[in-house]
């Protein structure tokens, strides 16, 4: 098994910055990518931002210079800046593993932090 836990969410105001944190553990043997997704009320999950075990990334058109994805072995995380409020959201951990039993999983996803952008 392998547990994601989110952190760092809450209530900013417009221009405001945040720091998402995600703590990776349990049977993991390589990782290949972490990403960060959200969904917002009635809306669907969606890609936020993507980082490879090479340290490639990859960003939705609306975060583009806006947020930065990164990685220090087990812990992913998101700076936020000038946060508007359509990026209100529960935003989620998504890990990219080789296992012990060499099998390659991508199902497995933290609890959520909720990121809310109001006056």
């Known amino acids: 098994q392998v547990q994601l836990v989110e952190s760092g969410g809450g209530l900013v105001q417009p221009g405001g910055s945040l720091r998402l944190s995600c703590v990776a553990s349990g049977d993991i043997l390589r990782f290949y990518a972490m990403g960060w997704y959200r969904q917002a009320p009635g809306k669907q999950r969606e890609l936020v931002a993507t980082?490879?075990?090479?340290?490639s990334t990859n960003y939705v058109d609306s975060v583009k210079g806006r947020f930065t994805i990164s990685r220090d072995n087990a812990k992913l995380y998101l700076q936020m800046n000038s946060l508007k409020p359509e990026d209100t959201a529960v935003y989620y951990c998504n890990a990219y593993i080789l296992n012990s039993l060499f099998q390659r999983r991508n199902d497995y996803w933290g609890q959520g932090t909720q990121v809310t952008v109001a006056s």
């Open positions: 980082i490879t075990s090479g340290g």
